[in-house]
């Protein structure tokens, strides 16, 4: 939903720097890369130790690098491996984030209801961008665009969560990884709904 929103007022700050950062000899598949290794590296450092603070603002911090990449990859040009490089360290920074919180939450918190919720996030994050994959394979990959919470939702709700309990508000991880979980589920029934409205349409 943010994307739809938000997409072209950023596309006006980070393009700018994506070009320059082309310019200066850096690739997209190369930004991707840091992004993604710091990101896995900082939420499995920071979580599972009950360090939420320093994992929220880290991850974060190397999420935010997934927008240069796109900037650059507009001003490079995007390829083929460029765009499958991406979604797949998206979806192994997606799998590394819930995993560490559900860490967290067995080992640190000890609320096995959050370690549910966060690996339900875990698991209806990887099987919603999976739908939106397949879709596209079959020719349906428009129908399977959008829903209530796509990966930047995503990816802010649960950190909110963690910033908030590292802050020290109690059950703030719980919350929104519940919610999280209810709004993917939605999320999930949307897009299967869509693709389904989408095939019917193209056998009449």
Do not use: H
Request: glycine content about 10%; overall charge neutral; aromatic content about 8%.
């Amino acid at each position: 939903m943010l994307n739809i929103f938000a997409r072209a007022s950023v596309s006006r700050v980070t393009d700018p720097i994506g070009a320059a950062l082309v310019r200066a000899g850096l690739t997209p598949n190369a930004m991707t890369l840091i992004g993604t290794a710091g990101a896995i590296a900082c939420s499995l450092a920071f979580f599972p130790n009950g360090m939420l603070l320093a994992g929220t603002f880290t991850v974060w911090g190397f999420v935010m690098l997934d927008l240069l990449d796109g900037a650059m990859a507009r001003a490079k040009g995007s390829t083929p491996f460029g765009a499958v490089l991406d979604a797949t360290c998206d979806r192994l920074v997606d799998g590394a984030l819930f995993a560490a919180i559900a860490w967290w939450a067995f080992t640190v918190d000890d609320n096995p209801r959050t370690a549910a919720a966060a690996l339900l996030c875990l698991v209806f994050a990887q099987v919603i961008s999976y739908v939106k994959a397949r879709a596209e394979a079959s020719g349906f990959g428009d129908a399977a665009n959008g829903g209530l919470i796509e990966r930047a939702e995503r990816l802010i709700i649960a950190l909110v969560g963690t910033g908030l309990q590292g802050l020290g508000l109690p059950f703030a991880v719980e919350v929104s990884q519940w919610l999280l979980a209810v709004l993917s589920a939605i999320t999930l029934l949307q897009r299967v709904v869509a693709v389904s409205r989408a095939a019917k349409g193209a056998s009449l």
